[in-house]
């Protein structure tokens, strides 16, 4: 829905949300319902106030924030070589093949499991 502005009703319809007939100077349906009418609201005096300031500063710690949590050093430890990368990947793409449920069953290549797990680690 499109925001048409704020409500022009009296003030317990709104707190209720209901939907005010707005007739003055007490709505019928407060009057109906045995209520003292508490009034509407008198759009002339809303002050609209000037936030630049306020957003700007925001804006500012927010930026400091940032900048202070850019600031990071470089991984240092050891790499894993490309084999422990390289040969989990394959597996997962083309062995462990999963199906629409979600079950995963042997692929093609399935009987490569078996000769990579008996394999001594110098050979390639």
Known sequence: MVYRGPSTGCKRCRERHTKCDETKPACRRCTKRGYV????????????????????????RRARKVSEKSVFTPLT??????????????????????????????????????????????SP
Not at 37 to 60: L, N
């Open 37 to 60: 009418c508490p009034g509407y609201r008198d759009f002339g005096g809303v002050v609209f106030q000037d936030d630049t300031r306020r957003i700007v500063e925001k804006q500012s």
């Open 77 to 122: 430890g050891l790499r894993p070589d490309a084999y422990s990368i390289v040969i989990p990947f394959f597996f997962e793409r083309h062995i462990m093949v999963a199906d629409q449920t979600g079950i995963t069953s042997r692929g093609h290549f399935n009987h490569l499991i078996a000769m990579y797990s008996n394999a001594t680690p110098s």
